[in-house]
């Protein structure tokens, strides 16, 4: 069991009630329609998987990072969505929606999730080069929490490796806005 952040499939966007997002789906075309802004169709994630990954650390570091480096705005945003869309928004919004994990659906595009996190990838000067990139399922978790990031991070010592946990936030949040844009599909936790 846990919080999962998830790629949102085509079939499983279009499903209403409880095993689907049909509903916000609705709601999420029906806000962007009332802001002049053509309706989210659901894109097709790669044959080979999805992305998920297991938001199991504490994220105490994270969220300290997040404090010094982003406006009290920016935080809330990127700490706050429970919907990352693949597309860009002028400003983040409200869906009546809740979930197991908040009340209301907040509502963020992934070109600037990724922007923000690509800002604390660099505050972290994070290794981007060895931090797993091909988007498999718990890619990210295992290579953070199975020994491998311990391993690079004795080997490319530097400030992302005082702190892998917040190492691992930052990259899990840069990956899922890429993933988000790369395939065309919306993120939310599970």
């Not at 044959?47 to 997040?66: I, T, V, Y």
């Not at 982003?70 to 919907?83: A, K, M, Q, S």
């Not at 929490?145 to 899990?172: M, Q």
Request: negative net charge; hydrophobic residues 45%.
């Amino acid at each position: 069991m846990g919080v999962y952040l998830v790629s949102v499939s085509a079939e499983d966007w279009s499903v209403p009630g409880e095993d689907g997002h049909g509903d916000v789906a609705h709601a999420l075309n029906a806000e962007l329609a009332r802001r002049g802004l053509p309706p989210y169709e659901a894109g097709r994630p790669e044959a080979s998987g999805w992305f998920e990954e297991k938001m199991s650390p504490s994220m105490d570091g994270f969220d300290r990072l997040c404090r010094a480096q982003l406006t009290p705005e920016e935080h809330r945003n990127l700490l706050g969505w429970t919907l990352l869309v693949p597309f860009a928004l002028e400003e983040s919004f409200e869906l009546p929606f809740g979930s197991a994990y908040a009340d209301e659906t907040l509502v963020v595009g992934a070109p600037y999730v990724l922007a923000l996190a690509e800002r604390l990838a660099e505050a972290l000067a994070l290794p981007l080069d060895l931090i797993p990139a091909t988007f498999g399922n718990l890619e990210l978790t295992l290579w953070f929490l199975e020994g491998e990031g311990e391993k690079a991070a004795a080997a490319r010592p530097g400030p992302w490796a005082h702190d892998l946990a917040t190492a691992f936030y930052t990259a899990v949040y840069l990956r899922a806005a890429q993933y988000s844009l790369r395939h065309g599909c919306a993120m939310t936790y599970s």
